[in-house]
């Protein structure tokens, strides 16, 4: 942080579902980055020259409330489990705002998130501005303090990796049950369910985000959560499902045949994919950039499609000419962590024009993917409605990488031996 300067990071909300109903609660994960307090309506306030610099503004405690909505932590509950060295009840935060933000140059505060509490941090500022610095001196900069908090999540400390490791595993496991049970006739909403509980089971406090469940064309719509239709003896299935464990997320797809074995053309798209996954993993280490391993993935994808006969053509004129984007629309991976797609810039300079080089300690996604239109003339017609992506979760290391997702089943013939195996009945 700068000198003479302080932070201000608000949990998150509750949610309204509808009515008088909430949405289960998740923190926001700067918030949880900075102070693993997991209540709502919280703030932090970060004052290094301060003699107490760090203060957590709480839920003061309330017995009917509690009674009502559940337990908090409250003032006592703060100081003694969570290392501040001052909580003060919420309900004073307007009032303190001043005292606690005069005199200091800078304040770090992202607006447009909490709009309530920049209503707050507004009228203090306009309160204080209209004293015409006589008798108040309000900050003068406001900074973002994703900009620290982006870097500082980015790189991954062992304990971090710790977490990440096991909400891997655990959906990865959740991933391996459902190759053992998918048959056809079952929902995709029964897939989504026996892998959601199996995380639940295991430690997680649940998804990491909402699964991605398609069976048959589905497969080819990237983001499909409707999870609710049958499953048909012939078609594959797509599986894009993760965990969230101490709240850090996993990021895992598979897609495997939904009667134990991939067809011809099936296979022919799948190991395509597979090998560019393979490539790219490979490609995920110290001193290549992401913007190299996007422009990697497409240039061996592209060539993957000419191979398929999905596009015919020079391959610097189809990358030229983004014809690559009718069956690969999207990036090969992103940062992962507390966020699904994680906190951190993808560039080092003010132009977004440098890319950033992989460094230890930073977990990305590998996840090439090609999907062809249910109703896609140009294409063989025994390649249309297949859609097939497989991701893993990569940490960089020092002298590579490790791929925290790599025990989950991804070759064909290991896929299709287990599925064979009596547990799937
Ligand atoms: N599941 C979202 C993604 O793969 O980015
Ligand atoms: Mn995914
Ligand atoms: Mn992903």
């Known amino acids: 942080m700068d000198p003479n300067s302080i932070a201000v990071i608000p949990a998150a909300h509750e949610a309204t579902r509808s009515y008088d109903t909430e949405f289960k609660f998740h923190q926001d994960p700067d918030f949880l980055y900075?102070?693993?307090?997991?209540?709502?309506?919280?703030?932090?306030?970060?004052?290094?020259?301060?003699?107490?610099?760090?203060?957590?503004?709480?839920?003061?405690?309330?017995?009917?409330?509690?009674?009502?909505?559940?337990?908090?932590?409250?003032?006592?509950?703060?100081?003694?489990?969570?290392?501040?060295?001052?909580?003060?009840?919420?309900?004073?935060?307007?009032?303190?705002?001043?005292?606690?933000?005069?005199?200091?140059?800078?304040?770090?505060?992202?607006?447009s998130v909490d709009t309530a509490l920049d209503q707050q941090i507004l009228h203090y500022l306009s309160n204080q501005r209209q004293r015409r610095l006589k008798?108040?001196?309000?900050?003068?900069?406001?900074?973002?303090?994703?900009?620290?908090?982006?870097?500082?999540?980015?790189?991954?400390?062992?304990?971090?990796?710790?977490?990440?490791?096991?909400?891997?595993?655990?959906?990865?496991?959740?991933?391996?049950?459902?190759?053992?049970?998918v048959k056809p006739g079952m929902n995709e909403g029964q897939v989504e369910s026996l892998m959601e509980a199996y995380m639940r089971d295991n430690g997680a406090s649940g998804v990491a985000y909402n699964s991605i469940i398609g069976g048959g064309d589905n497969a080819t719509i990237l983001h499909y959560v409707e999870n609710n239709m049958p499953l048909k003896d012939g078609d594959l299935i797509l599986i894009d499902a993760g965990a969230e464990y101490e709240g850090y997320a996993s990021d895992i797809t598979r897609t495997?045949?939904?009667?134990?074995?991939?067809?011809?053309?099936?296979?022919?798209?799948?190991?395509?994919v597979l090998d560019v996954q393979q490539q790219c993993i490979d490609y995920t280490k110290t001193g290549n950039t992401v913007k190299g391993r996007q422009e990697f993935s497409i240039e061996l994808l592209t060539e993957g499609m000419k191979k398929l006969g999905l596009l015919k053509g020079k391959t610097k004129d189809l990358i030229k000419k983004k014809s690559y984007m009718k069956y690969y629309m999207h990036g090969v991976g992103h940062y992962?962590?507390?966020?699904?797609?994680?906190?951190?810039?993808?560039?080092?300079?003010q132009n977004a024009k440098n890319s950033r080089p992989f460094a230890p300690g930073m977990v990305l996604t590998v996840e090439p993917g090609l999907y062809i239109p249910p109703d896609d003339k140009s294409a063989p017609a025994k390649y249309r409605g297949i859609g097939i992506r497989i991701e893993d979760d990569v940490l960089v290391t020092k002298d590579g990488n490790h791929n925290l997702t790599g025990k989950v089943?991804?070759?064909?013939?290991?896929?299709?031996?287990?599925?064979?195996?009596?547990?799937?009945?």
């Open 409 to 425: 089943p991804k070759n064909p013939d290991e896929i299709e031996a287990l599925m064979q195996k009596p547990a799937r009945k």
């Open 34 to 111: 900075l102070t693993g307090f997991p209540e709502p309506d919280a703030i932090a306030v970060i004052d290094p020259s301060s003699k107490t610099p760090y203060t957590l503004y709480v839920r003061p405690r309330d017995p009917v409330m509690e009674t009502w909505f559940g337990r908090r932590q409250g003032v006592e509950g703060a100081v003694k489990n969570y290392k501040v060295d001052r909580a003060v009840s919420v309900e004073k935060f307007p009032a303190d705002l001043a005292k606690l933000l005069d005199g200091h140059e800078v304040l770090y505060y992202r607006f």
């Open 336 to 349: 992962l962590g507390l966020d699904v797609h994680d906190a951190g810039r993808y560039f080092t300079d």
């Open 135 to 181: 008798t108040a001196y309000p900050p003068h900069t406001i900074k973002d303090p994703t900009i620290i908090t982006g870097e500082m999540r980015l790189h991954k400390s062992e304990k971090e990796v710790t977490f990440m490791q096991k909400a891997a595993d655990i959906a990865g496991a959740a991933h391996v049950l459902a190759m053992k049970k």
């Open 256 to 272: 495997f045949p939904i009667n134990g074995k991939y067809s011809a053309a099936q296979r022919e798209i799948y190991d395509v």
